[in-house]
């Protein structure tokens, strides 16, 4: 299973940014996809993911600044970031799991291998 992000890159504080994550080589019905990301120094921070089926979940730093999506037929999700602060300055990364909480707790075996984010102030 491959993971492959893009959409990264510098923004101004108050813009938006749109990440996208194209999963390859396996099966993802039923699978949900997410997304985390990582500031220098910091631990990697859930930010959201989506069901096959259709519901979201986000980080509690989002306050509906974020929404993530998923195209199933082109195994992709999106998260479409709007408002965005220096503080979300950070690598972004995709995952995916057949169960949420290993996906949340982020212990799923499988991540992309990110999309630089840097958010000017």
């Known amino acids: 299973v491959q993971l492959v992000e893009s959409g990264g890159g510098l923004v101004q504080a108050g813009g938006s940014l749109r990440l996208s994550c194209a999963a390859s080589?396996?099966?993802?019905?039923?699978?949900?996809m997410g997304w985390f990301r990582q500031a220098p120094g910091k631990e990697r921070e859930f930010v959201a993911a989506?069901?096959?089926?259709?519901?979201?979940y986000y980080g509690d730093f989002v306050k509906g600044r974020f929404t993530i999506s998923r195209d199933n037929p082109k195994n992709t999700v999106y998260l479409q970031m709007n408002s965005l602060k220096p503080e979300d300055t950070a690598v972004y990364y995709c995952t995916e799991h057949t169960n949420f909480s290993v996906l949340r707790r982020g212990r799923s075996g499988t991540w992309g291998q990110g999309t630089q984010v840097t958010v000017s102030s």
């Open positions: 080589g396996g099966t993802f019905s039923g699978y949900y």
């Open positions: 989506a069901a096959w089926s259709g519901p979201t």
